[in-house]
């Protein structure tokens, strides 16, 4: 029996989770948004030293727990921007030298696939597309293996740079995105770059600023020609991640999954493979504290953990590598 509370700050989000036995007790949690352009990685990191306290009182009580019950702190190491590691990191330390207890060191993106556990998915091809990430996963011989990933920007931040190109607000676009494209009616062709299993999306951003530019097409049209093109491009490599391994499952994971059509075309492709889909509820896709609480808890029942004396050596890893983690809970 242990509970774990677990702290996300890697980029935009600040949150806390509480995890009992592989139960959400709870999972609050606040998101830095622009008006206008991007994430400024030091206005991130003091929204959630702003927030933190806050969060973690809520957490609390959401859980109906107290602090002395917390057996173990987990947090986010990396990979993420270092100010808003460093937000997380130094919060844990704090809490671990006042509740004397130790801390768990988690890769925020192992943490997106194993919280899909919780759809009953045993041995899935992980589709996780995220803001900084994209990458097609499947566990093999002690290792999350990366079959194939974006070779340039990840899908969630591709679509945030193409709102903003587009002029229709700050971060994060990927919902008016969506919003747009479910008005679009005329597909416009865009390149398709896919390449094996990997993808490529920076020249496919340039196509569509050359497309805003000209000012030949609608918002819409381009919105819903983007998601048409780009979803199919993530779809066919997670077909033949598929295909490769033999897998019968497909996980989805990270905020972009959100998207309905995202969701809809690879219900499509796994009902014509005879391949069960499993897509974890919408706060347990985007960043949360409950995800690296329900890993934290993992880790911890195997004794992986920092223990009090150690915990002040502990560093923030913002490059780390989802196939650098030793996958030794399985
Ligand atoms: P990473 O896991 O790579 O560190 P992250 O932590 O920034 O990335 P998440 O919270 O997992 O990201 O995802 C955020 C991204 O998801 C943003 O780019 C946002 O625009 C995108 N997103 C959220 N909802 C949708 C949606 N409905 N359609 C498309 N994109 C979406
Ligand atoms: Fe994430």
Partial sequence: MSIVLGIESTAHTFGIGIVKNGKILSNIKKTYTTEKGGIIPSEASKHHHKYCKEIYSESLKKAGIKEKDIDTIAFSQGPGLAPCLHEGLEFAKILSSKLEKPLVPVN?????????????????????????????????????????????????????????????????????????????????????????????????????????????????????????????MLVETAERALAHTGKKELLLGGGVACNIRLQEMCKIMCEERKVKLFVPPRDLLADNGAMIAFLGEIMFNKGIKVSRKNVENLEIKPRQRTNDIDVNWK
């Fill in 108 to 232: 925020h993106c192992v943490a997106h696939l194993e919280i899909g556990k919780v759809t009953g998915a045993k041995d899935a091809v992980m589709l996780y597309t995220s803001g900084a990430n994209t990458q097609i996963i499947a566990y093999s011989t002690g290792k999350y293996r990366i079959f194939g990933e974006t070779l340039d920007v990840g899908v969630g931040n591709f679509i945030d740079n193409f709102a903003r190109l587009l002029d229709i607000g700050g971060f994060p676009g990927g919902v008016k995105i969506q919003e747009l494209a479910t008005m679009g009616k005329n597909y416009i062709e865009i390149p398709y770059v896919v390449k094996g299993m990997d993808i490529s999306l920076s020249g496919i951003l340039t196509n569509l600023k050359q497309k805003i530019e000209s000012k030949k097409y609608s918002k819409e049209d381009l919105a819903y020609s983007m998601q048409e093109t780009v979803f199919a």
